[in-house]
T-cell receptor, first 117, second 111 residues
Framework: AQTVTQSQPEMSVQEAETVTLSCTYDTSESNYYLFWYKQPPSRQMILVIRQEAYKQQNATENRFSVNFQKAAKSFSLKISDSQLGDTAMYFCAFMKHGSYNTDKLIFGTGTRLQVFP | SQTIHQWPATLVQPVGSPLSLECTVEGTSNPNLYWYRQAAGRGLQLLFYSVGIGQISSEVPQNLSASRPQDRQFILSSKKLLLSDSGFYLC??????????FGPGTRLTVL
């Protein structure tokens, strides 16, 4: 069974600085997706970034980028130029790529990020 | 563009009462649909998923059930609520094997 581990329950960063959130996962699959979702105080889960395991290039979305190390099964999220609106709970998630009825998301326990002015 | 709606946004119910939470998706056809529960301060737990009308798969045996009466409608129900059913319920959709997008959620408190 797949597992996702986020070892940092809480982190803080000053506005405009850079912060990196860690995520490791365990799987025997070779083809899968990895995601970072953000959950602000409103509690809606918002997709931040997605990585396909077969792609060697790290995904980037504006100020958000990932460091995907497939051999090490590591998937960290880097937030550059942190903004107050980045304050949220961040969840790392894994999904096996395959037949449509196996697209279940496996979530980590989350990292609470606080951005200070 | 696709949008996903959930209602009600907030619900307070007594123990033993029935429950019906609704989720609808607009702007896509034949989506995969999901119900998740998030207990306070914890991650998400997948409860049910559906790949088509009338097709429901349960992930966790519990007091809840799900139905999909229409292509873009997903309903979470209970005949008798328990205290342990309290939590935040999220609906999500995806196209086959791809990214899941979440609704705004329903906060359920069982007293």
């Amino acid at each position: 069974a797949q597992t996702v581990t986020q070892s940092q329950p809480e982190m803080s960063v000053q506005e405009a600085e850079t912060v990196t959130l860690s995520c490791t996962y365990d799987t025997s699959e070779s083809n899968y997706y990895l995601f970072w979702y953000k959950q602000p105080p409103s509690r809606q889960m918002i997709l931040v970034i997605r990585q396909e395991a077969y792609k060697q290039q790290n995904a980037t979305e504006n100020r958000f980028s990932v460091n995907f190390q497939k051999a090490a099964k590591s998937f960290s999220l880097k937030i550059s130029d942190s903004q107050l609106g980045d304050t949220a709970m961040y969840f790392c998630a894994f999904m096996k790529h395959g037949s449509y009825n196996t697209d279940k998301l496996i979530f980590g326990t989350g990292t609470r990020l606080q951005v200070f002015p | 563009s696709q949008t996903i709606h959930q209602w009600p946004a907030t619900l307070v119910q007594p123990v033993g009462s029935p429950l019906s939470l609704e989720c609808t998706v607009e702007g896509t056809s034949n989506p995969n649909l999901y119900w998740y529960r998030q207990a306070a301060g914890r991650g998400l737990q997948l409860l049910f998923y559906s790949v088509g009308i009338g097709q429901i798969s349960s992930e966790v045996p519990q007091n809840l059930s799900a139905s999909r009466p229409q292509d873009r409608q997903f309903i979470l129900s209970s005949k008798k609520l328990l205290l342990s059913d309290s939590g935040f319920y999220l609906c999500a959709w995806s196209t086959m094997g791809d990214t899941q997008y979440f609704g705004p959620g329903t906060r359920l408190t069982v007293l």
